[in-house]
């Protein structure tokens, strides 16, 4: 894929209801975005009945349910997996899900994913990498919570078992993350360490961090969004509402284009103001022919249609082959 790779994570902010999640495909794909990201999992494979909920998801959602019953109400079934699915082709945008056990990564599978995408909190999941690998799909791994030692250790079973094409994204799982946090310095270390592409994953507030890391060359960019940050849920307070992922899209492009190629030359678009705003070696006074040219009789002004003015030392001392006017360019 060229370019920055855009995935507008709608995650389990679709809070159950397919129309919900219909309308986030709808979204994402009138943002611009490359792909539409959900979650894909079974509540009873994922998280025992007594686990905790993180501290913002006790913020967001309270304390009185656990975290098995509220991701029980957040589940895609197969048939809406089906529909989603169908929609995005509509919408001329890719699906993804980050499946958060070995038999969603298998349905998934089924189901025709093109990328695989490993959350943070599986990267130290041996079986679920070994699984992973061996699909031999291309794979973007999150990386929060990890150190160094931990995610190269992951990418070591990835390739180990086939995985080819990985793209590594520095991610920080504190939902919002403040920008204190963010260490988008991390994005390069794990590119030059671990000789892949590396991107980012967000969860700050605003969009001002994802369009760093396209400066910084990012070659994934992934955020998550919602229809209203007000609506109930874990994510929907961390994620950008429609606008603001139009216009997060619409900056990274922006920054993607102005990259350019690297190299120091004039652009296609700035060619015709060389002559106009660069100057020309011209008569500071009369100049009678025969007449050396001097400090003094000769200056510089626009414009540069005549003898550059980095010839200065070349035509001092010359002789005037004419008369000159006042401000007439000089000619040898």
């Known amino acids: 894929m060229s370019g920055i790779f855009i995935i507008a994570e709608a995650g389990v902010n679709h809070n159950g209801d397919l129309q919900t999640a219909q309308r986030l495909v709808d979204e994402a794909a009138r943002a611009g ?4 990201k959900f979650q894909t999992f079974q509540t009873e494979k994922l998280v025992r009945r007594d686990a ?6 006790e913020q967001t959602t309270g304390r009185e349910e656990s975290q098995f019953t509220m991701l029980k109400k957040l589940e895609l079934t197969p048939d809406m997996h089906k ?6 082709r509509e919408k001329q945008i890719l699906f993804l899900s980050t499946p958060f056990d070995i038999d969603s990564l298998h349905y998934l599978i089924e ?3 093109e990328i695989i995408k490993v959350p943070s909190g ?3 999941n041996y079986p679920y990498l070994r ?3 061996r699909c031999g799909k291309r794979v973007i791994i999150s990386s929060g919570m990890c150190t160094l030692a931990e995610i190269k250790e992951a990418v070591a079973v990835l390739r180990e078992y086939g995985s080819g094409d990985i793209t590594v994204l520095h991610c920080n799982t504190e939902y919002p993350t403040p920008y204190q946090d963010v260490n988008l310095r991390a994005m390069i270390t794990l590119r030059e360490e ?3 592409a590396a991107g980012y994953s967000d969860h700050t507030q605003g969009i001002e961090v994802p369009v760093a890391a396209a400066a910084l060359g990012a070659a994934v960019i992934e955020k998550h969004f919602t229809l209203d940050k007000n609506m109930e849920g874990p994510d929907h307070r961390a994620s950008l509402e429609p606008a603001q992922l139009r216009e997060m899209v619409r900056a990274v492009r922006n920054i993607e284009a102005a990259m350019g190629d690297g190299i120091k030359q004039p652009s296609e678009s700035e060619k015709k103001n060389i002559e106009i705003v660069r100057k020309s070696i011209v008569a500071a006074r009369p100049i009678q022919a025969g007449e050396p040219f001097t ?4 200056t510089t002004k626009r414009p540069g249609s005549g003898i550059s003015p980095m010839r200065w030392k070349e035509v001092t001392g010359k002789t005037a082959v004419r008369d000159f006017a006042k401000d007439e360019l000089i000619e040898l």
Do not use: H, P, S
């Open 295 to 298: 400090e003094e009789n000769l």
């Open 111 to 113: 189901c025709g994913v």
């Open 131 to 133: 699984e992973v690998g």
């Open 122 to 124: 599986e990267v130290t």
């Open 52 to 57: 905790k909920k993180a501290a913002y998801q």
């Open 83 to 88: 529909r989603l699915i169908a929609r995005c």
């Open 194 to 196: 671990l000789g892949v």
């Open 33 to 36: 975005a490359d792909a539409v």
